[in-house]
């Protein structure tokens, strides 16, 4: 199982990415993902989720701003995210829900697999 993270940057304030996830070694159609996200000093903190029927899950503090999808065919998993805010600033992590255990898209311990992360950074 590979996950490679890409689509970070450098971005001011208010300002947008898109941030990809190329999944590989897997039946990524099979399989729920989620983002999430390290800021510095900070533990990593559960972002969205996807689902295999499309269905897309968010924390309070990225609804309505940020948007999960994912392209099956192309084993490839997007995070757009708008309106960005300093507090934004972290490292951006893919990862496979680990579909043998039951618990929910929330919690970082039911992911197997991570890829490296992506540096996201907000500033004027």
């Known amino acids: 199982v590979q996950l490679v993270e890409s689509g970070g940057g450098l971005v001011q304030p208010g300002g947008s990415l898109r941030l990809s996830c190329e999944a590989s070694?897997?039946?990524?159609?099979?399989?729920?993902m989620s983002w999430a996200r390290q800021a510095p000093g900070k533990g990593r903190e559960w972002v969205a989720g996807?689902?295999?029927?499309?269905?897309?899950y968010y924390a309070d503090a990225v609804r309505g701003r940020f948007t999960i999808s994912r392209d099956n065919a192309k084993n490839t998993l997007y995070l757009q995210v708008n309106s960005l805010k300093p507090e934004d600033t972290a490292v951006y992590f893919c990862a496979k829900k680990d579909d043998s255990r039951r618990g929910t898209m929330k919690s970082l311990a039911n992911y197997d697999y991570w890829g490296r992360g992506t540096q996201v950074t907000v500033s004027s």
């Open positions: 070694g897997f039946s990524f159609s099979s399989y729920a």
């Open positions: 996807i689902d295999g029927a499309y269905v897309d």
